[in-house]
């Protein structure tokens, strides 16, 4: 069974930075990408970022380019999400995601595995 835990929401002030964990269970993604979504009250699910195991890519939504940054452990079968300069139009509950094989990897309806999410709240 895959399982997907993710870590490190909280509250943090405007300016400030957070580390997303994503611990990856049941099964290794070697062939596929891992993605972190974001959904706020009210409003759709959004691309964040994606990392390709196959060729190391990384691919961002455009709302965080330059400021958030997606990695993996392979050894740990981990993604992280490193974000800075938070601002409050961050604020949502952040969803692991796994398994897509579809370029860019930022369609939430081609992965196919999913955490539960954890909140981030930016206060201005």
């Known amino acids: 069974q895959v399982e997907l835990v993710e870590s490190g929401g909280g509250l943090v002030q405007a300016g400030g930075s957070l580390r997303l964990a994503c611990a990856a269970s049941?099964?290794?993604?070697?062939?596929?990408?891992m993605g972190w979504f974001r959904q706020a009250p009210g409003k759709e699910r959004e691309f964040v970022a994606a990392?390709?195991?196959?060729?190391?890519?990384?691919y961002y939504g455009d709302s965080v380019k330059g400021r958030f940054t997606i990695s993996r452990d392979s050894a740990k079968n981990t993604v992280y999400l490193q974000m800075n300069s938070l601002q409050p139009e961050d604020t949502a509950d952040y969803y692991c995601a796994a398994g897509s094989r579809t370029y860019p990897f930022s369609d939430y309806t081609s992965y196919r595995y999913w955490g539960q999410g954890t909140q981030v709240t930016v206060s201005s």
């Open positions: 049941g099964r290794t993604f070697s062939s596929s990408a």
């Open positions: 990392i390709n195991w196959i060729v190391t890519g990384t």
